[in-house]
């Protein structure tokens, strides 16, 4: 196959996004650490933080009254999810002019395919620029742009210079910007393969270069192509433009089988909550809602329900109640329940298609 050099691929990350949006909108935060999330005194966990809070070690999905113990005098501010999107709608639709081939990643986050751009002379850099550059005047916010010849690496790149940066890693220096990547920093390696890798004495890009092909499919099955590809700074993913979104879902197996009706609710609750939020992070929004339960018997059935509007939270728990309700909870013991949010749809879809 035909790899990389070639090809000029540009990550955006918008900085601290939520809490520059509140930054933005209300000039009196300007300088103070701002803390978006759960209030303080509640269980609610924290979505971000502007750079001035993480000095004081705060960071996303720490508990917000951790936070609050960090840094007391923060601002803590609860979320505005509308107006987030609508900053992220605003972003991807200057994306959307820079490319054709632009994947959104979530609210916060694309790629642009820039191989066969004519403006600024084709010259990624200077596109990167002009899109930083755009997103500033246009929507009050700084991005920072990672440029390279393929996806792994420019999202490298885009957070390293982090806020307002811009970082090129150009196709001659790919291998070697590689070798010295600490492990855990790989494309797909999660905490559980960075603990394996590291009994296994790889630690760097370097030491991965060292494994063949051969003995890392051995060691952590198919994924040892894409870890051998990405050792050579290599990483053949196309950026994929409509990406199809299927579903979310959740689910879980009892140890004992359950017959309290109310109970399980609460679980589906538990699991819709988490979907929710997964969703709302991603940018993402869903129509139908699927509830599945699997009897002690084995005996399996679903019950859906698509809305015309996007699901709100509340919306879903109903929606989630009224299904249960359809099924024979509480009648029979129970040993799995498990929700799914599907016909999902992003907002840079909305995006992409209220600007054509
Ligand atoms: P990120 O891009 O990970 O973080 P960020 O934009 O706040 O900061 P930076 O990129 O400069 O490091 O996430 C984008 C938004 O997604 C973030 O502003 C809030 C939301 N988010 C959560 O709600 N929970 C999380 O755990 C994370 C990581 C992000
Ligand atoms: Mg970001």
């Not at 192509?225 to 689910?251: I, M, T």
Request: charged fraction near 25%.
């Amino acid at each position: 196959m035909n790899d990389s050099p070639q090809r000029k691929i540009i990550h955006i990350d918008m900085d601290a996004f939520y809490a520059a949006v509140e930054e933005r909108d209300c000039p009196a935060l300007a300088g103070k650490p701002v803390v978006v999330g759960g209030a303080p005194n509640s269980r609610g966990v924290v979505a971000t933080a502007n750079y001035e809070a993480r000095r004081y070690g705060i960071h996303s999905a720490m508990p917000t009254s951790q936070a609050y113990r960090l840094c007391p005098f923060a601002e803590f501010i609860k979320p505005r999810f509308e107006v987030y999107r609508a900053a992220s709608q605003e972003v991807m639709a200057i994306l959307n002019h820079y490319s054709e081939c632009v994947e959104p990643l979530s609210l916060d986050e694309a790629y642009l395919d820039v191989s066969e751009a004519t403006d600024y002379q084709g010259s990624a850099t200077r596109i990167a620029q002009a899109i930083k550059a755009e997103i500033a005047r246009k929507v009050r916010l700084t991005a920072s742009a990672g440029v390279s010849y393929n996806k792994f690496l420019a999202k490298l790149a885009s957070g390293m210079n982090k806020p307002d940066g811009l970082t090129v890693i150009r196709p001659q220096e790919g291998a070697a910007f590689v070798r010295h990547l600490p492990i855990g920093d790989f494309y797909g390696i999660g905490k559980a393969t960075e603990a394996k890798m590291k009994k296994l004495g790889i630690h760097t890009g370097a030491d991965l270069l060292r494994w063949s092909q051969d003995a890392l499919v051995t060691h952590f099955g198919k994924a040892g192509y894409w870890y051998a590809s990405l050792a050579q700074g290599e990483d053949l993913r196309p950026v994929r433009a409509h990406r199809e979104r299927k579903s979310l879902g959740n689910e879980i197996t009892f140890a004992l089988d359950v017959n309290d009706a109310d109970l399980l609710r609460e679980e589906l609750f538990r699991q819709l909550t988490e979907l929710m939020s997964k969703l709302e992070r991603r940018g993402w929004q869903a129509y139908t809602v699927t509830v599945k339960v699997k009897y002690a018997d084995f005996e399996q059935v679903t019950r859906s329900w698509t809305h015309r509007q996007p699901l709100d939270t509340v919306k879903a728990r109903e929606s989630a109640s009224e299904l249960l309700a359809r099924t024979e909870v509480g009648e029979r013991p129970v040993r799995l329940i498990g929700v799914t949010l599907s016909g999902l749809t992003t907002a840079a879809v909305s995006a992409q298609t209220s600007w054509l």
